[in-house]
């Protein structure tokens, strides 16, 4: 559903904005301000746009659609300097405040990041995402950034990881669920044998079917993980 939502809004914008002018230089940002970029040519990928460009966007944080192309094409570039810009979105000190409410706190962007960097198998996005973990209010976030964790492969994740699922063990909610599953789903990804108490007792608990299977699933990569 998310990634249907997506490509539906990129399909709107992408009709909605009239055409850029062609420029005659040979590369036509060169006589352009970062502001100036449409989104139609953030939604076309085009390469030739300065990474200096969408640091300047990043930094302005006003612009929630472009935040969320800049995103994806950083995703694809898999370079250093693109994992440094994925970083800052997740940050925590990143959000602006105005009149103490937040006005670039957008769950949607960070989780974007946040698999963006799992993905790119970010060593240097570890410290972050623990934090993430550890002091986010937000359990869709928080369970990302535990799968980016997984996916990015580093064992200091596993006791981070192990605190707060006990945390929300001990406290189970149902709207828990999706951090629940995506604490269990990271411990699998990351196959420490301390974990297996853990998940023998969410596999044999009170928790919906697919929360057990998942954490069956994961003991299984566990116990073949080398």
């Not at 472009?66 to 950083?74: D, N, S």
Request: proline residues 6%.
């Amino acid at each position: 559903m998310r990634k249907s939502f997506f490509i539906f809004l990129l399909c709107m914008m992408f009709l909605s904005i009239p055409i850029f002018a062609q420029t005659t230089t040979d590369n036509p940002y060169q006589a352009q301000q970062p502001e100036q970029i449409t989104l139609e040519e953030l939604f076309l990928g085009l390469q030739n746009i300065p990474i200096e460009y969408f640091e300047e966007m990043i930094l302005a944080a006003n612009n929630h659609d472009a935040l969320m192309m800049i995103v994806t094409i950083l995703g694809q570039n898999n370079d250093e300097e693109s994992i440094k810009l994925l970083l800052r979105l997740i940050d925590p000190n990143y959000v602006q405040m105005v009149n103490g409410v937040p006005i670039n706190d957008w769950w949607d962007v960070k989780v974007e990041a946040i698999i963006a960097l799992g993905n790119m198998k970010a060593t240097e996005a570890v410290p972050t995402l623990i934090k993430i973990l550890q002091t986010s209010n937000d359990p869709i976030v928080k369970a990302y950034a535990a799968m980016s964790l997984g996916k990015i492969g580093d064992k200091s994740a596993v006791d981070p990881i192990l605190i707060e699922l006990s945390i929300v063990m001990s406290s189970y909610k149902s709207e828990n669920l999706p951090l629940l599953y995506g604490l269990v789903v990271a411990l699998g990804d990351l196959g420490d044998p301390k974990a297996i108490p853990v998940l023998l007792q969410i596999s044999q608990g009170p928790y919906p079917a697919f929360i057990r299977q998942v954490a069956v699933a994961s003991l299984k990569k566990v116990s073949t993980s080398k």
